[in-house]
């Protein structure tokens, strides 16, 4: 019995495949905001801004990818998880863990403040988790509830500075990214209604 093939991956389809790219947008943010903010921004933060994202976001495709058990994952990056299930949840777990270790010597505002974060995270991941059996029935709330918590990550660094002075350019970047989770999904389900049975993504 064989398991999921291994799709082709184009080179523009790397940083999403290896969920490198939202960490990326997540520490960049982070720092803008903590410079308005008027709080440090240290390698330790970026590190726990950019960690904590990736293992959210891997815990979250690999669930994705247990829903679709028996079927087809669809796209690309589910299909790469799939293949590599083990690798995947490793990946996530010690990025996980990394992130809490270093978040322990964070200031006791920001480290509050991530502890929430994280908690709306694993809700969001768990509730989202059991309302949907697969990309194609997501929530229609998850978009908002995804753009809430990555905006909420984001601002970690921030709670240690002046967080009020930068909720405004949070409550952007949440609307930004909802609409961006919202565009994906529609995007990713229009390949499903055009693509072939067997032509993976």
């Known amino acids: 019995m064989t398991g999921p093939r291994r799709p082709r991956v184009p080179l523009w389809a790397w940083p999403s495949v290896l969920s490198v790219d939202a960490p990326a947008v997540a520490v960049a943010w982070s720092w803008a905001t903590a410079d308005a903010a ?8 970026a ?16 669930l994705d990818v247990a829903r679709l058990a028996g079927g087809r994952p669809t796209p690309l990056r589910h299909a ?3 293949a590599r299930p083990g690798r995947t949840s ?14 322990a010597r964070l200031p006791l505002a920001s480290l509050a403040w991530g502890l929430a974060v994280a908690v709306a ?12 059996s697969g990309p194609r029935r997501r929530p229609t709330w998850r978009p908002l509830a995804v753009g809430l918590v990555f905006a909420g ?15 405004a350019a949070l409550a952007g970047l949440a609307a930004v990214a909802a609409l961006n989770v919202a565009m994906i999904a529609a995007w990713e389900l229009s390949l499903i209604h055009i693509s072939e049975p067997t032509r993976p993504y």
């Open 38 to 45: 008027g709080a440090s921004f240290t390698w330790r933060h």
């Open 47 to 62: 590190a726990v801004v950019g960690l904590a994202t990736a293992a959210v976001y891997l815990v979250d495709r690999r």
């Open 80 to 82: 790469w998880s799939a």
């Open 90 to 103: 490793a990946v996530a777990g010690t990025a996980g863990v990394v992130a809490l270790a270093l978040a």
């Open 121 to 132: 995270a694993a809700g969001l991941v768990l509730v989202s988790g059991r309302t949907a």
């Open 153 to 167: 990550g984001v601002g970690v660094p921030a709670a240690a500075g002046s967080p009020t002075e930068v909720l």
